[in-house]
């Protein structure tokens, strides 16, 4: 089971297109109104504080599974809506 998990959440992070700079500037101005550092959201996430670090400078960018673990330990959530057409 754990192993489809993965497959699928790979699947979904190659199909996804998504402003990642945009996810984490929200990720990162969520912490500083917590008051949460780096190393808090590590504990509460589960990812190491070197990863977050490599996140919010825009060094390496989070996969949907992590993505979701970051916004959940920060108690929000991600939403897909459809795209909407340029004219």
Do not use: W
């Amino acid at each position: 089971l754990e192993a489809k998990r993965h497959e699928i959440a790979s699947s979904v992070d190659k199909a996804l297109e998504f402003e990642v700079e945009s996810f984490i500037g929200q990720i990162a101005e969520a912490m500083r109104q917590k008051g949460i550092t780096q190393a808090e959201l590590s504990t509460r996430c589960g990812i190491p504080q070197s990863m977050i670090s490599q996140y919010l400078t825009l060094n390496r960018e989070p996969g949907l599974r992590n993505l979701t673990r970051l916004v959940s330990a920060l108690g929000m959530k991600i939403e897909v809506s459809e795209k909407s057409e340029k004219k």
